[in-house]
């Protein structure tokens, strides 16, 4: 439907007078439901290869790099799949096209552990001029949708600029009404704490290791929407939910690179049935992350990385899971030396039991905060964007 269409359906139901664009647009941009399915590709390792595997068939979106994938790319994936366009909203990156716009007063303190990079005033009008034209650039590059990373300088004071929470919560609905206008739908990342005041703008959330830190379950207003809500854990199993929390968890690498595709959890986000594999594995079933090339399809057909119906037979590419404890001795199978073994098998057993008692005591008791700063490698840093030339 064209805008003048939408305009004048509008006016004859009297929208148009109470909310002249809000709702108008918003009409048009695309949902994401609870548990939808998805994948995050950033830093491109073998991109076009990794890319040309992905279906629309098992997963229902994908987030990539604004900056660093072809237009080209988009449309081919568009075809079959939302798009979600990455790229951060609340940093000044030097190694991006557009750095030399920001000016004296645009950005604060550098973020931690991220050189090149610094957070920027979220209450300069260049700032948001700025990203005015990176949503612009995301909807003539035909993404279905942004994701605007590091709009969390509020936690401790990290930007430097010393706002209150209110700043921030207008940025958010500055970045979602300037989406909306252009018929993008927009994630949150992370910035927990803002999601009581944005989640009415926000079509989708994206979460990094709220299992790790105990705050998967303050995503309850979305789910109570019906909005996705894309979580990623760096490493380790955790695909468990909170009550009343539909999570839609990928298990990634735990150098947290996002340059390959997989570890979806089982059974998660599913919203197409999966194809039945020829030869179902005898692992038996559970919670471990499924990897995107264990259940290989019949040639000439490609490794998809989205859930399949029989549990993994092996964990995902690169995924370091946690470490198993030590393992338990025992007996020989000699007459003369079994019954000493099995003592010592028992009083090990006993030393490994309250080992692990320990450990799992001192994971509790040091639980560490959210650290401040980003997470994942900011992409397009070491690589020069990627082309469609073969």
């Not at 969390?152 to 207008?170: C, E, P, R, S, T």
Request: hydrophobic share 30%.
């Amino acid at each position: 439907m064209y805008l003048s269409t939408v305009v004048a359906v509008a006016a004859t139901a009297g929208v148009a007078t109470a909310h002249p664009f809000s709702r108008l647009f918003s009409r048009a941009v695309p949902s994401f439901p609870a548990g939808s399915t998805w994948d995050i590709l950033l830093n491109k390792g073998d991109f076009k290869g990794d890319i040309d595997t992905i279906s629309g068939d098992t997963i229902g979106a994908i987030d990539i790099d604004l900056f660093d994938t072809p237009k080209e790319t988009i449309a081919k994936l568009k075809a079959t799949m939302n798009v979600i366009c990455y790229f951060s909203a609340g940093s000044k990156e030097d190694w991006r096209p557009d750095v030399g716009d920001f000016k004296d007063g645009d950005f604060g303190q550098g973020l931690d552990g991220w050189p090149g990079e610094f957070w920027v005033n979220v209450k300069s009008d260049n700032v948001r001029a700025i990203m005015k034209k990176r949503i612009e650039l995301a909807a003539a590059n035909g993404c279905s949708a942004i994701d605007p990373d590091n709009t969390d300088g509020l936690n401790n004071n990290q930007d430097g600029f010393g706002y209150d929470k209110a700043a921030y919560v207008d940025y958010i609905k500055f970045l979602a009404s300037t989406a909306a206008v252009h018929n993008l739908a927009i994630g949150l990342k992370n910035s927990i704490e803002l999601i009581p005041d944005v989640v009415d703008v926000i079509q989708f959330a994206v979460n990094e290791q709220c299992h790790q830190y105990s705050e998967c379950d303050k995503y309850k207003p979305f789910t109570d929407a019906n909005k996705a809500v894309f979580n990623i854990e760096y490493g380790g199993n955790s695909c468990d939910q909170p009550a009343g929390v539909k999570l839609s968890t990928l298990i990634k690498p735990e150098d947290q690179g996002l340059n390959t595709l997989g570890g979806a959890c089982e059974g998660q986000g599913q919203t197409t049935p999966p194809k039945q594999d020829p030869q179902p594995s005898q692992v038996a079933p559970g919670t471990k992350p499924v990897p995107s090339s264990t259940q290989a399809p019949t040639p000439p057909k490609p490794t998809v990385s989205a859930p399949v119906a029989s549990p993994p037979t092996a964990k995902p590419t690169g995924v370091t899971t946690t470490k198993p404890g030590k393992p338990t001795p025992t007996g020989t199978d000699k007459d003369d030396e079994g019954d000493d073994q099995d003592e010592k098998g028992d009083d090990n057993d006993d030393e490994d039991s309250e080992e692990d008692d320990d450990d799992d005591n001192n994971k509790k008791n040091t639980q560490k905060p959210r650290p401040s700063g980003g997470f994942w490698n900011r992409p397009g840093r070491k690589t020069q964007p990627i082309t469609n030339e073969e």
